[in-house]
């Protein structure tokens, strides 16, 4: 199994029992991208990809149009994305993706988990180069889909990696070919489940359990707070 799939498994076990948690943070994407762009998904690629991904966590249509619809409400004006940069124990890096509609507030709920778990804002960029920004694409495998030409398809338009486990095609590709590739798999006729913008590791650690363990409660902590939406770490 490639590390792609290891760390997409991962994320998608973790997310399982908390939607509680999810459908607000995926409201927000969908928010931020109708406030952006417009709230027609024809018009708004990005919306269009929000809503994809909030459907593949069964987030019910009347939240999605809510989300929608919040995008022109008065209290989403200030409404904007923010990241933080933080070093945690046993040489761990988080890079924490925010949507926020109150900055000072999340800046000091950020701070205050890293800090009293042993960790450290650091200055926005220190990370940037300890992580590579990557489009991913998740789609049913067909009986009919060949997946050695259908790489040979997607070369052009930004492929590095195509993956496949129990009926699960996985496409990987810089960020910047997240639209090139979106257009190919139309063009193709392919129906993607989830389009994503992660960013993974360049060089992951390993931790032992208990180590494991600590740093996992720190993530949860900060996964607690509504204006969290991505943690991404450089842990295996």
């Not at 990809?49 to 919040?70: G, S, V």
């Not at 489940?193 to 600590?214: C, F, G, S, Y």
């Amino acid at each position: 199994m490639g590390r792609a799939f290891e760390y997409r498994k991962a994320a998608k076990m973790k997310r399982w029992g908390n939607m509680s948690k999810v459908f607000p943070k995926l409201g927000k994407i969908i928010t931020m991208a109708a406030k952006e762009g417009g709230g027609d998904p024809d018009m708004n690629p990005r919306l269009r990809t929000a809503i994809l991904n909030a459907k593949a966590e069964n987030m019910p249509k009347d939240n999605i149009e809510a989300a929608i619809k919040r995008a022109s409400a008065k209290d989403t004006a200030s409404m904007a994305e923010v990241n933080f940069e933080a070093k945690a124990p046993y040489g761990v890096q988080l890079f924490i993706e925010c949507a926020t509609d109150n900055n000072t507030r999340t800046v000091a709920n950020v701070k205050s988990t890293v800090n009293k778990n042993g960790g450290e804002v650091l200055v926005n960029g220190s990370l940037e180069f300890m992580f590579s920004r990557k489009a991913i694409f998740e789609f049913d495998k067909t009986e009919s889909m060949d997946l050695e030409e259908l790489e040979l398809e997607l070369i052009d338009a930004g492929l590095e990696e195509i993956e496949e486990e129990e009926g699960l095609v996985l496409v990987t590709g810089d960020y910047t070919s997240f639209g090139t590739l979106q257009t190919a798999f139309d063009k193709l006729g392919i129906e993607i489940k989830k389009a994503v913008l992660e960013r993974v590791a360049n060089t992951p650690i390993e931790l032992n359990d208990e180590q494991m363990e600590h740093i996992n409660k720190i993530i949860d902590r900060l996964e607690d707070d509504e204006d969290v939406q991505n943690i991404f770490t450089n842990f295996s």
